[in-house]
């Protein structure tokens, strides 16, 4: 492990608790890639953010690190497929890596790729071939592991799986897809099986699934190869499907709910829509359809009544700014390209996807955009697909086998 400080010790190491909070799971506290933080820099410095620290040696991943408490969370794939959890301290120093276990050795995209989710102690991760482990993180070992896709009857799919475990209180949720089990619950301190949702004959794909409670029931909704579902959290039973293909039967950008009402997104062309869900949310009517923003792996975010996300097909990639309300496009730019979006204090950070990985500060409004500073993260593969993460002030990037610091406080 190769850990390179660049700042003083007495600068990094001032409060960070007014700036924000930690960062347990993929794309946030409520997977929306909306950050919570406040007082960050509106307008970056020439050749952009200082840069606190930098680590190596984490191995093959594309997987967003996590930041809990005073760790930090990031997977890799080292020699023979061997992936470890490795636990950093603020300085971005290895504290120790927990195994656990083999990666998948998918041709375009071998290494770790799950993000994985962390609840109190417990931290879940999927591997690309179908294991499901819960890691006690006091004592830093296995405490179970399920193979999904052995267990459940589930099909292998063409990338392999990269889904983020979701945690709902005492369970813990994911998709194997097939004939037997769309989505399943498992005990979370046992990996017993709480339920199974059934009615759907469909492989899984690579969506991050949503929890939320709409009019007091917990919904989860994620997509499969060939559809948009809508599950019960309580019982797993699935209360409607929508027919959303793409090509290659890639689905992999997470819903966005609202005030009863939910938005979804895949490339290819395919585009996504709106729905007005019912009252208990076992029907929906389609309020709007929309094929411009074709948004294949990098996230959109809703920002005061507009998604903001990056097209894939369409336009050959840009920025492109909808009304949520009635799914207008208010433009689409190609000064940024197919890019990782998230958001935070009104600003959209955008981690394009190319060999150059130019990160973007964006000023975004539904009358254009003004890009107010970038940087490019330098080395490594030609992938740039990690997810960033803002966590306290600070922004993380991680880019083939180095994760990067980067301090975007107004004040220090």
């Known amino acids: 492990m190769v850990q390179v400080r660049v700042c003083a010790l007495a600068v990094f190491f001032v409060s960070l608790a007014a700036y924000g909070v930690d960062c347990p799971q993929f794309r946030g506290l409520d997977r929306t890639g909306v950050y919570p933080d406040t007082g960050l820099l509106q307008r970056w410095p020439e050749g952009g953010p200082p840069l606190l620290w930098e680590s190596s040696g984490f191995g093959v991943g594309f997987t967003s690190p996590l930041i809990v408490k005073d760790r930090i ?54 591997s690309g071939p179908g294991v499901l482990s819960c890691i006690d993180l006091s004592a830093s070992s296995v405490r179970w592991q399920v193979n999904i896709l052995e267990k459940f009857n589930g099909p292998q799919i063409e990338w392999h799986l990269s889904e983020s475990p979701l945690v709902d209180g005492d369970r813990v949720i994911c998709t194997p897809g097939g004939a037997d089990a769309a989505m399943v619950a498992l005990d979370r301190k046992t990996g017993d099986t709480v339920w199974v949702s059934h ?50 039967d890639i689905h992999a950008v997470t819903p966005i709910y609202r005030n009863g009402q939910l938005y979804y997104v895949a490339g290819y062309k ?35 009544g507009f998604l903001y996300g990056t097209s894939h097909h369409r336009g050959g990639g840009r920025l492109v700014c909808l009304r949520w ?36 500060l964006i000023k975004a409004s539904p009358e254009g955009l003004e890009v107010r500073g970038e940087f490019s993260m330098p080395g490594g593969p030609k992938e740039h697909w990690a997810h960033p993460v803002i966590a306290n002030g600070l922004l993380y990037m991680r880019h083939g086998d180095t994760l990067r610091c980067y301090d975007i406080r107004e004040s220090r």
């Open 199 to 248: 009615g759907l004959t469909d492989m899984t794909s690579h969506v991050v699934p949503l929890l939320v409670e709409h009019n007091g029931r917990r919904l989860v909704f994620t997509e499969t190869a060939k559809y948009l579902i809508c599950v019960d959290a309580e019982k797993g039973t699935l209360l409607w499907k929508r027919e959303h293909e793409t090509e290659w």
């Open 325 to 360: 309300d009635t799914g207008e496009m208010m433009w689409a730019d190609k000064a940024v390209r197919q890019s990782s979006i998230i958001a935070a204090e009104g600003m959209l950070y955008a981690y394009e996807d190319s060999r150059r990985g130019t990160m973007r």
């Open 270 to 304: 395919s585009g996504g829509g709106l729905l007005e869900l019912s009252e208990d949310g076992s029907s929906y009517t389609v309020k709007w359809l929309d094929t411009e923003l074709d948004c294949q792996h990098h996230g959109v975010v809703y920002l005061d």
């Open 73 to 126: 969370y990031v997977t890799g794939t080292l020699a023979d497929q061997e992936s470890f959890i490795f636990v950093l301290d603020q300085a971005g120093k290895e504290i120790e890596r927990i195994g656990y276990g083999i990666e998948t050795t998918a041709e375009s995209a071998p290494g770790s790729r799950c993000t994985p989710t962390i609840d109190g102690s417990d931290l879940f991760i999927l």
